[in-house]
């Protein structure tokens, strides 16, 4: 994939297939099938447009190309062309696209490098399937293209705020979520239950010292249900084991949370690694679910960013669970 790449200014495509888990789990042996033809779709549309593949790894692609306008062109094409064609068993595939126009360094290894890959990267993670996200040098390098302005959004490990835009398409959906970056610019509403009032407490005040606002305490799975309903907190962190029974209680509010509220974000935690548990919990969608041994709480730092994590739509997960699930997954 090295080939004659452009050096200077040039604008980054990235491409990532969203909920890859839930079709991999619904479409089984065939989603292979759908990976390669949607790779296709875009790999078609960048081609035609004038993009180079730089790499395509899972279901992530990225194109690099000369003119800004020549990438909007191939995003714009790609995700008409995804949404016309017919999946098995009638399921979506939504692709999230992020642009950004920049000055990478190009290594003898003809690899891209520098922070504006890394931002490129951000920009296509905080969009929606079906959604092209802009950022605002990738915007100033077109002429005329509609654009609806998103606002700034803090990156993970960007230093500033991004102001980003998203492309109007006709024909195409113009009406999405929240880009998932955007609570990461404001306070973070926290839930939490644990039936031990001093642990409880203690996690709420190192929560209150770390930026985040702690609307609700429960001591026991109905209690936070109700909290949940009642203050619609960005994310729940749950004891695992809870009254009345001390088994998994907390874990069956989990799952409730999980369903009847598909925004709120579930961090669960543990005394010990309990893989039944575990499996359980990461069954199906994996967006914005974590599961953390208690012990991980004391580092302050470690926790905080767990938990922005979660809130974020990511997946986090405690070493120590990731080395005793290896086998199973």
């Known amino acids: 994939?090295?080939?004659?790449?452009?050096?200077?200014?040039?604008?980054?495509?990235?491409?990532?297939?969203?909920?890859?888990?839930?079709?991999?789990?619904?479409?089984?042996?065939?989603?292979?099938?759908?990976?390669?033809?949607?790779?296709?779709?875009?790999?078609?549309?960048?081609?035609?447009?004038?993009?180079?593949?730089?790499d395509a790894r899972g279901d992530e692609t990225f194109f690099v190309f000369e003119e800004a306008a020549k990438a909007v062109a191939a995003a714009v094409s790609a995700q008409h062309a995804l949404a016309a064609a017919e999946w098995p068993g009638g399921e979506e595939v939504r692709v999230r696209i992020g642009v950004h126009t920049g000055q990478p360094s190009l290594t003898r290894e003809?690899?891209?490098?520098?922070?504006?890959?890394?931002?490129?990267?951000?920009?296509?993670?905080?969009?929606?399937?079906?959604?092209?996200?802009?950022?605002?040098?990738?915007?100033?390098?077109?002429?005329?293209?509609?654009?609806?302005?998103?606002?700034?959004?803090?990156?993970?490990?960007?230093?500033?705020?991004?102001?980003?835009?998203?492309?109007?398409?006709?024909?195409?959906?113009?009406?999405?979520?929240?880009?998932?970056?955007?609570?990461?610019?404001?306070?973070?509403?926290?839930?939490?239950?644990?039936?031990?009032?001093?642990?409880?407490?203690?996690?709420?005040?190192?929560?209150?010292?770390?930026?985040?606002?702690?609307?609700?305490?429960?001591?026991?799975?109905?209690?936070?249900?109700?909290?949940?309903?009642e203050t619609v907190p960005d994310v729940a962190i749950v004891d695992i084991r809870m009254p009345p029974t001390h088994t998994d209680e907390g874990l069956q509010a989990a799952a409730r949370i999980r369903a009847e509220h598909p925004d709120v974000a579930v961090l669960v935690l543990s005394q010990h690694v309990e893989e039944e548990y575990a499996l359980e919990l990461l069954a199906g969608n994996r967006d914005g679910v974590g599961y953390l041994l208690k012990d991980r709480v004391g580092d302050v730092e470690e926790f905080a960013a767990a938990v922005r994590r979660v809130a974020a739509g990511g997946l986090v997960l405690d070493q120590e669970v990731k080395e005793r699930l290896a086998p199973a997954e």
């Open 1 to 54: 994939m090295g080939g004659d790449r452009p050096t200077g200014t040039v604008t980054l495509l990235f491409t990532d297939l969203e909920a890859s888990t839930r079709l991999v789990q619904r479409l089984g042996e065939e989603y292979g099938d759908v990976l390669a033809r949607m790779r296709r779709v875009i790999r078609d549309a960048a081609s035609t447009a004038g993009g180079s593949l730089v």
């Open 110 to 229: 003809r690899d891209y490098v520098g922070v504006d890959v890394h931002r490129a990267v951000r920009i296509c993670n905080a969009g929606h399937g079906g959604q092209i996200v802009l950022s605002e040098q990738a915007r100033a390098a077109l002429d005329g293209v509609p654009t609806v302005d998103l606002g700034a959004h803090r990156l993970a490990g960007l230093a500033e705020p991004e102001r980003l835009y998203q492309l109007t398409v006709p024909g195409l959906p113009d009406a999405f979520p929240p880009l998932r970056a955007e609570r990461e610019l404001q306070q973070l509403r926290v839930a939490l239950a644990d039936d031990s009032v001093l642990l409880r407490e203690g996690i709420a005040r190192l929560l209150g010292d770390a930026g985040f606002e702690v609307v609700a305490q429960a001591g026991d799975g109905e209690a936070l249900l109700r909290a949940v309903a």
